[in-house]
């Protein structure tokens, strides 16, 4: 049985690309009052970028702040909830950032037209009703989130997706140019996420001929981006191996690293990409290859990532994380084989955050 | 203005996928007595694929061959009309086959529900209203017909293609089973025909850094392909190579070669993929490194183009293939610029002509 895999459904790629959003929009602004929400990176309030937003009279602009958590399904209730109460249903959610951003833009869809809380819904395939029409527009790439069939979010039990076939974009509009201004740390760490995804689909059970086509170029791509450093060519590399890595794992699975990087990001609160590179570091054992070539590029960039974290955690806390990683069958399945559970124990996964 | 490129909405990949069509079709077969239109390459009528076709009581299978001629505006009217004449409008058209039977199921589609010839629809979004749910099944690999955005049609004066969003299948299944038994000269022409497609997309005026990432990995299978030949492994690789090289021509365009080639299949009725391969053989002015390529992989697998053809071509048939070819203007933009007028004459385009 192989996965039938959902797509996008339309896609404008280039420089500039971004003006073309108010002509996108336009036609999907039907019915009596139909109005549009958008959902953009708080980091953008103030910059130029909020100024061209195709924003009309009675759309709503929301700058939400990514920085204190990743999002939570209490998050996306309440702006559900709010939105519902002073307006009704909107035409579209437009979503405007990293990969937090996208998780938030797919979610609100999807929860605007689902009744009840988002936590009824983290899993595959739960979700009862398409969502509202949803326009990704990444500002920073790398997490592949612009095109996955999921919306992570962090439940008060999990830190899971709602993911089904209505999750994924109606429309991407990628404009290399609105990730310019990513700052060097967090390019590189959302970057690596790409890069990761490859290794990671690549080096397991479920990978085949077409995710490993797309990971083997996304990861020609980074290898471009990442030896190079970050200029108007290489955003639009990063921009096109974010999107082909995304489709790799989607075909495939991602492993061990995205696995820990869960639990640990569950737990503490660790940003997803800071902490895929955080864990990354120490997968020699399952990665060689790919963790060598990771350090090498960290080193490049300069990017020193922090050793001896766990000193600082307690027993408890190592258990919680273990068990938020071993609740993920399908990577392990993917990275260890079907028999998994013979390798892969809550003491093994102990062990592996003790090396943080 | 950058291009809004429509996905196909759904894709399944992977060896013995084709079992998995009668539970994609299911939930298809809603409303009043629905059923499903099967169009087969009549090449498979007796053979084992026939018997395994998920074809319920009320379906109609059209066994259809495309060896006399490509698809024309005729035949998809005649056939539209005997559909709905005996059976009303159907919930689905499924195309099994080469690109051909790949045009002839997305065209179907389109004139299930728009009245009045398919000539008239010949160009860009010139469609009124969305087909009925379309699938396609490729049985061999290399036009990329199973992603584009158009369904390219033989008419009274036009060889063009019915081009819009809707043209794009809502369902593919990539079996790569499916490709094994091609015959090896149908087996070259039609991957090459890939090649063909990335060589054009790479060089020219509409090339980015999207179509680029596309035709660089869609080239890279195709050399895994066409330097080691046909096994389970490489049909893999170009199923995976046509969808890819398909994505890159549509995010830029096709050049030199393609112009050339509709003329001759317009005027002559030359297969497409045939027809490319043997004007490719005589590009070396316009694609160096290709057309170099291209005849060394055509040596290896000792693919014999004949020489001499026009010999036997009038000046008027030579002068028709021309205007043909001229007559595409997008081409032109992209293969030699805006200012492509200046370069490129009719005098000029017979004398490519006449080194067939």
Redesign the interface.
């Known amino acids: 049985?192989?996965?039938?895999?959902?797509?996008?459904?339309?896609?404008?790629?280039?420089r500039?690309?971004f003006d073309?959003l108010g002509d996108?929009l336009a036609p999907r602004r039907t019915g009596d009052d139909p109005y549009m929400v958008f959902v953009v990176d708080a980091y953008f309030k103030g910059k130029p970028l909020a100024g061209r937003l195709p924003a009309e009279a009675n759309d709503r602009v929301y700058f939400i702040s990514v920085e204190e958590h990743e999002p939570t399904t209490d998050q996306i209730d309440t702006l559900r909830d709010e939105i519902l109460a002073q307006q009704g249903l909107p035409a579209g959610v437009i979503g405007i950032g990293g990969g937090s951003i996208m998780d938030i833009a797919k979610a609100l869809s999807l929860m605007l037209t689902n009744e009840g809380s988002s936590t009824q819904y983290q899993g595959l395939n739960l979700i009862k009703k398409p969502g509202v029409y949803h326009v990704g527009v990444p500002t920073i790439s790398g997490t592949g989130a612009e095109v996955s069939m999921t919306a992570v979010l962090t439940g008060p039990v999990k830190k899971l997706g709602l993911k089904c076939?209505w999750t994924v974009f109606d429309?991407l509009v990628?404009d290399?140019d609105l990730i310019a201004s990513v700052p060097r740390d967090w390019w590189f760490y959302t970057g690596m996420d790409t890069f990761i995804h490859c290794i990671e689909s690549e080096n397991g059970h479920f990978n085949?001929?077409?995710s490993h086509?797309?990971a083997?170029?996304s990861l020609?791509?980074c290898r471009q981006v990442f030896t190079v450093g970050q200029n108007p060519?290489t955003d639009?590399?990063l921009?096109?191996?974010s999107l082909?890595g995304g489709l790799s794992l989607t075909?495939s699975e991602v492993g061990v690293c995205h696995a820990l990087s869960y639990g640990l990001s569950k737990i503490l609160g660790t940003r997803h990409c800071y902490a895929n590179c955080l864990i990354m570091n120490h997968l020699e054992d399952y990665y060689p290859e790919g963790v060598a070539e990771f350090k090498q590029l960290a080193a490049l960039h300069q990017i020193n990532l922090p050793q001896g974290l766990s000193a600082e955690w307690d027993d408890d806390t190592i258990t919680k994380m273990a068990h938020v990683s071993y609740n993920l069958p399908h990577m392990w399945h993917h990275a260890i084989g079907e028999d998994w559970e013979q390798h892969i124990t809550i003491d093994g996964l102990k062990d592996l955050f003790r090396r943080l």
């Open positions: 049985m192989h996965k039938n895999f959902k797509g996008v459904d339309k896609t404008v790629f280039g500039g690309s073309q996108i076939e429309q990628l290399p085949n001929a077409y086509a797309y083997e170029q020609a791509l060519e639009e590399k921009m096109v191996a082909m075909y």
